[in-house]
């Protein structure tokens, strides 16, 4: 049984490899993309990581692992048993030492719109075909999420997360539904023992609806409101937990039309009332919301016009401007999709500095449209990149945004930029607003070693100016070699060091068997 996992779960092992790892590490002989505001290209460099933040990033010849100039400095940082790197770790005050000549090395993926359980729906053929938006809602998701148990949630998480850690993906932004009285309670704890046994990075929260009646409605509030605590108070108390390291929490909330006003105002007050020390509710309004400084919404926006026209008829307001009145944007808040939006609305977005994630394949797959993340950026809005569960695999999410906007607006010009911001610069500033002081999304002295490494070889020249070019039709085509996670290497030469993917293929397998024959 895993040790961090709850007692519906067995793996054969409790994880000690990942357990014993050393975070600490020297990757030598690299090609470094920092990434970051200023983003450089480093040729064979070194990186230094200790206690898994980066500390050095320096020519090979110029490494100093003592901090002074001795050419006979002694540092504990070397003191190991195993400074050769031999297996996956060293022990606490160990060193792994990665070779990465000839290969490119640069910060994690970070996934901003991701469902963890929609894993199981791969392959599931007996939903009724659809016509339209709300009819794959019924005939899908909504049959499939409302037949979730625990231990599928479980594994339908790890099974993804191994899937996106070999696509060098190292943090996600998550978003769970499993509306029933056997698979809700204690579905966030699930995931986040799934995602701590994996080594990834991951921001969850719990889609609360009003489609399956009052009780799980409420039950939804309070699974929210326990996760958020849960965290918020490890983050407080027990800052060198895993959990205050790896895990995050919003509020999640499905979308406007599954919403009652009542069930908005309750969750808006449940929320308030977790950080009302400080906090003055006496001071808030329509277009600030001080509760939410650490703690957001997580809501799926106008992704089909339906959600408008629902919206429109019941509360006679658009979306975003139901979602503001009721103190639901915010700057920790995300609207996924924002496809169907007026310029009034996207004004209420910037106004209030909510963040957006574009979900093109998604999109496209639903048939629901296209964002205009063009006038998006034209009045400031951050915008995101997220797969929305369709794939794993954020540069192919890249590339089919860039098509889809191409075609869609018959300009070969467009998109190129757009699209590969969102996903190197404007994920990482979504990730940090969550992880503050961390770093994310680049490699620089102080930042987390959060890395991956590449198999690529260019055949042309690689700069600072053209690495976007690189990215989307030279990196996209390689492959991962290695994925790290706070100094923790999860990945190595292709194979992830610290599971056993037969056995959990074949646990997902013996949940998704039982989950279709109830669906």
Known sequence: MSPIASNTVNMPSDN??????????????????????????LFNHTIVVEHGVITQIVPNEQLNLSGDDSD???????????????????????????????????????????????????????????????????????????????????????????????????????????????????????????VLYSGVR????????????????????????????????????????????????????????????????????????????SSNSSNLSNSTNPYLNEIGFHIHTAEDISDQNVTEHLYGKRVVKRLHDLQILGANSICAHAIHLSDEELDLIKKTNTMVVHNPQSNMNNAVGVADIFKMKEKGILVGLG???????????????????????????????????????????????????????ELSPGAQADIIIFDYYPSTELTSNNFYGHLVFGLSQGAVDTTIVAGKVLME???????????????????????????
């Open 16 to 41: 000690k490899i990942l357990n014993k790892c050393t975070n600490n590490l020297i990757i030598k002989n690299a090609t470094v993309v920092t990434l970051g505001i200023d983003n450089k290209i």
């Open 72 to 194: 006979n400095a002694d540092d504990d940082f070397l003191n190991s048993d195993d400074e050769n790197g031999d297996g996956p770790g060293a022990g606490e005050k160990g060193i792994k030492i990665i070779d990465a000549e000839g290969k490119i090395v640069m910060p994690g993926f970070i996934n901003t719109h991701m469902h963890f359980y929609s894993t199981f729906a791969c392959g599931l053929i007996k939903a009724n075909p659809s016509l339209n938006f709300q009819q794959i809602l019924k005939n899908l998701w909504w049959r499939l999420d409302k037949n979730l148990l625990l231990e599928d949630s479980y594994y339908s998480a790890l099974s993804v997360i191994i899937t996106a850690i070999k696509k060098g993906t190292t943090t996600f932004f998550d978003h769970h539904a499993s509306p029933s009285f056997s698979g809700l309670r204690g579905s966030l704890n699930e995931i986040a023992n799934a």
């Open 202 to 277: 991951a921001n969850l929260c719990y889609e609360l609806s009003d489609r399956d009646g009052e009780e799980l409605s409420n039950e939804g509030i309070e699974e929210n409101i326990n996760f958020i605590k849960k965290i918020t108070d490890k983050i407080k108390n027990e800052p060198n937990s895993k959990e205050a390291h790896y895990l995050r929490a919003m509020f999640g909330l499905h979308a406007s039309f599954t919403l009652t006003d009542e069930t908005l105002e309750k969750a808006v007050s449940r929320l308030r009332s977790l950080f009302k020390d």
């Open 387 to 441: 797969t929305d569960a369709m794939t794993v695999n954020m540069l192919e999410e890249l590339r089919s945004g860039i098509w889809v906007h191409r075609i869609t607006q018959k300009n070969p010009n467009v998109g190129f930029v757009e699209l590969t911001e969102a996903l190197i610069k404007n994920n990482p500033q979504i990730a940090n607003r969550f992880w503050k002081d961390y770093k994310l999304g």
């Open 493 to 519: 030469n292709k194979k992830i060091l610290h599971i056993d993917e037969l056995y959990l293929s074949k646990e997902a397998q013996r949940c998704s068997r039982a989950l279709w024959e109830r669906f």
